[in-house]
């Protein structure tokens, strides 16, 4: 993440387009599909314009009732909370077998 670089390609009132540069599909996957479960996304994806760059462009389209940029933050926070679930959840089970085997 440290050499991730934002490049905005369109943004309006219902979209926005970003490319993630030094960034790959993971992060352009992930947040395809936590846009997709938005209530207010119709549609969202990335793709990789050239397999030699490989810096995902993701786009989201709301239904116009959300800004397509609070939805993009909404999309975010629910990334980072996915990952501290994950992140809770190895040191309620992995790390008390770890401290058992020591």
Do not use: C, F, W
Not at 45 to 55: D, M, R, T, V, W
Not at 76 to 96: F, G, H, T
């Amino acid at each position: 993440m440290m050499g991730m670089r934002v490049e905005v390609k369109k943004r309006t009132d219902k979209e926005i387009v970003l490319k993630l540069h030094g960034e790959d599909h993971t992060l352009g996957n992930l947040v395809a599909k936590l846009a997709l479960r938005h209530p207010n996304v119709t549609m969202a994806a990335y793709q990789i314009e050239h397999p030699l760059e490989g810096s995902p462009v993701i786009r989201i389209v709301t239904d116009g009732s959300k800004d397509a940029l609070e939805v993009l933050k909404e999309v975010l926070k629910e990334a980072i909370d996915y990952v501290d679930a994950i992140i809770q959840e190895i040191e309620n089970k992995v790390m008390p077998e770890v401290r058992r085997s020591s």
